[in-house]
């Protein structure tokens, strides 16, 4: 029988519990020129010799593999990760190092509880159908909102489409904010007015229903309204303001560096039955004056202010008596009141002519003095 070879024992030895083999191996103690003289330490060769190194040991390529890490390392922060903003196929979108979606869209501050929902539960619909994360601005912010996506550039596409129809149909449905208006507050009218005023409160042909004295416009204020537009933010303010300064200039050609003459008189009413009056308004008459009147509506509408709601051509009015000041101030669901005599006895009145110099807009809810005309937000001068 052939004989069993059996690897040399190499002696082990103990330390924390782990046992570990003993490795003889050779130490240089002195030189001559004849020999070399040699220490050995235990008395089994190392029989693994062969073997690579464990990890634990120190590999025989150390000092260059760290130079090459550092190397590596130092590459790596003079070129650091791409966090640049780049555009993309939609012009409303960028992203970020190619993994991150991002874009922006102005709700006006009046729309953003709205668009949470209750206890953010609208807001949260819509992330998760679009897989997108919305961020708001705070009440006191003047930021718009921000959209982000790590999913894809269509997520966000999505989430900008139905944002963009939500502030469309909150602006169809919201109640007017503002209006346009040609200012008729010189002194002839307004002296015609209060006369108008007493006649009314002082006739006793007239019925009590029309001497409410808060039914009347204050002389300071009147005016012939133009249009009535929707504006819900300051970004609202500056484009229509900048929209201004364009139909401007548009009207001064109309014109043709002739003055606007406006001639008021006669009076009439916006509903049929004289019983159940609303409003009583004087007439306006004067070259150009329709002609400027419809093209500042129509151009309005055309820019997303106005709301098209009385067809192409404008209704010049300048406002006498209005029961809505009435119902507001007594807190009345509705008021009219009867001017069959008014219409009857005063049809012809005359308020004055004069030239119209500026179209202001002015806000609904003015809070300068009812002695003063309204806060005049943005300017046509047509003269």
Same mark, same amino acid.
């Given at each position: 029988?052939?004989?069993?070879?059996?690897?040399?024992?190499?002696?082990?030895?103990?330390?924390?519990?782990?046992?570990?083999?003993?490795?003889?191996?050779?130490?240089?103690?002195?030189?001559?020129?004849?020999?070399?003289?040699?220490?050995?330490?235990?008395?089994?060769?190392?029989?693994?010799?062969?073997?690579?190194?464990?990890?634990?040991?120190?590999?025989?390529?150390?000092?260059?593999?760290?130079?090459?890490?550092?190397?590596?390392?130092?590459?790596?922060?003079?070129?650091?990760?791409?966090?640049?903003?780049?555009?993309?196929?939609?012009?409303?979108?960028?992203?970020?190092?190619?993994?991150?979606? *991002?874009?922006?869209?102005?709700?006006?501050?009046?729309?953003?509880?709205?668009?949470?929902?209750?206890?953010?539960?609208?807001?949260?619909?819509?992330?998760?159908?679009?897989? &997108?994360?919305?961020?708001?601005?705070?009440?006191?912010?003047?930021?718009? &909102?921000? *959209?982000?996506?790590?999913?894809?550039?269509? &997520?966000?596409?999505?989430?900008?489409?139905?944002?963009?129809?939500?502030?469309?149909?909150?602006?169809?449905?919201?109640?007017?904010?503002?209006?346009?208006?040609?200012?008729?507050?010189?002194?002839?009218?307004?002296?015609?007015?209060?006369?108008?005023?007493?006649?009314?409160?002082?006739?006793?042909?007239?019925?009590?229903?029309?001497?409410?004295?808060?039914?009347?416009?204050?002389?300071?204020?009147?005016?012939?309204?133009?249009?009535?537009?929707?504006?819900?933010?300051?970004?609202?303010?500056?484009?229509?303001?900048?929209?201004?300064?364009? *139909?401007?200039?548009?009207?001064?050609?109309?014109?043709?560096?002739?003055?606007? *003459?406006?001639?008021?008189?006669?009076?009439?009413?916006?509903?049929?039955?004289?019983?159940?009056?609303?409003?009583?308004?004087?007439?306006?008459?004067?070259?150009?004056?329709?002609?400027?009147?419809?093209?500042?509506?129509?151009?309005?509408?055309?820019?997303?202010?106005?709301?098209?709601?009385?067809?192409?051509?404008?209704?010049?009015?300048?406002?006498?008596?209005?029961?809505?000041?009435?119902?507001?101030?007594?807190?009345?669901?509705?008021?009219?009141?009867?001017?069959?005599?008014?219409?009857?006895?005063?049809?012809?009145?005359?308020?004055?002519?004069?030239?119209?110099?500026?179209?202001?807009?002015?806000?609904?809810?003015?809070?300068?003095?009812?002695?003063?005309?309204?806060?005049?937000?943005?300017?046509?001068?047509?003269?």
């Amino acid at each position: 029988m052939d004989s069993v070879q059996f690897p040399l024992s190499t002696g082990t030895y103990s330390i924390n519990g782990r046992k570990y083999r003993r490795t003889a191996y050779q130490m240089k103690v002195a030189t001559d020129d004849v020999a070399q003289k040699f220490e050995q330490f235990e008395d089994t060769p190392d029989v693994y010799d062969d073997e690579p190194s464990a990890g634990c040991l120190a590999p025989p390529g150390l000092p260059a593999l760290k130079k090459k890490i550092a190397k590596a390392k130092e590459v790596k922060e003079a070129k650091p990760e791409s966090n640049s903003t780049e555009p993309t196929e939609d012009e409303r979108i960028s992203v970020i190092g190619g993994k991150k979606w *991002i874009a922006s869209i102005s709700v006006p501050a009046c729309f953003i509880g709205k668009l949470h929902g209750m206890n953010r539960r609208a807001l949260n619909a819509l992330e998760n159908d679009t897989q &997108c994360r919305v961020k708001t601005p705070r009440r006191d912010e003047n930021k718009p &909102c921000e *959209i982000s996506s790590i999913v894809s550039l269509e &997520c966000v596409q999505r989430c900008l489409d139905r944002i963009e129809i939500f502030v469309d149909d909150a602006k169809k449905t919201a109640r007017v904010t503002h209006f346009v208006a040609l200012p008729c507050d010189q002194h002839e009218v307004q002296e015609n007015f209060e006369v108008f005023k007493q006649l009314v409160l002082d006739s006793e042909h007239f019925d009590a229903s029309c001497k409410n004295p808060q039914l009347f416009t204050k002389s300071a204020r009147l005016h012939l309204t133009l249009s009535v537009v929707c504006l819900f933010d300051d970004v609202d303010l500056q484009r229509i303001t900048e929209a201004f300064k364009v *139909i401007e200039g548009e009207i001064k050609e109309i014109l043709n560096n002739k003055p606007m *003459i406006a001639d008021i008189q006669g009076i009439d009413m916006m509903n049929d039955d004289p019983s159940q009056v609303s409003v009583i308004y004087a007439k306006v008459s004067g070259e150009k004056i329709q002609e400027v009147a419809n093209h500042l509506n129509r151009r309005l509408i055309e820019l997303g202010f106005a709301k098209n709601e009385g067809g192409d051509e404008v209704k010049l009015h300048m406002t006498l008596m209005n029961a809505r000041y009435v119902a507001q101030a007594e807190k009345l669901k509705k008021f009219t009141f009867d001017a069959k005599k008014i219409l009857e006895d005063l049809k012809e009145s005359y308020f004055g002519t004069f030239q119209l110099t500026e179209i202001c807009l002015c806000p609904l809810n003015s809070n300068s003095s009812s002695e003063k005309f309204y806060d005049k937000l943005a300017i046509m001068r047509l003269a």
